[in-house]
């Protein structure tokens, strides 16, 4: 069994900038994929980045290519999201998942991938 817990969220004018933290416990960090969703009211939840175990392969999703950073630092059992150039449409609870899925060619982008979940922690971001 794994536990994440997120911190970080809060809220933010457009332009700025914030950094998500997922600490993970339970069992070896180093098994799992660890990826970002985010879901907004009335709307389904969106893939948002995926890093693997070593930290070297990392994916996007389309939305927030170019301005968000996924990191791990394996040492401390923790995944970072770095959020940069923010938009109110960035606005939602954002949701660390991990998986021990093997992905071989296919992207790990769908909350199926995922069976670990944290509670999320909320972003707004205002005009």
């Known amino acids: 069994q794994v536990q994440l817990v997120e911190s970080g969220g809060g809220l933010v004018q457009a332009g700025g900038s914030l950094r998500l933290s997922c600490a993970v416990s339970?069992?070896?960090?180093?098994?799992?994929?660890m990826g970002w969703f985010r879901q907004a009211p009335e709307k389904a939840r969106e893939f948002v980045a995926a890093?693997?175990?070593?930290?070297?392969?990392?994916y996007y999703g389309e939305s927030v290519k170019g301005r968000f950073t996924i990191s791990r630092d394996n040492a401390k059992n923790m995944v970072y999201l770095q959020m940069n150039s923010l938009k109110p449409e960035d606005t939602a609870v954002y949701y660390c998942a991990a998986s021990t899925a093997r992905p071989g060619g296919r992207l790990l982008n769908s909350e199926s991938d995922y069976e670990s979940w944290g509670q999320g922690t909320r972003v707004t971001v205002s005009l």
């Open positions: 339970g069992r070896t960090f180093t098994d799992y994929y």
């Open positions: 890093v693997s175990w070593s930290g070297i392969t990392t």
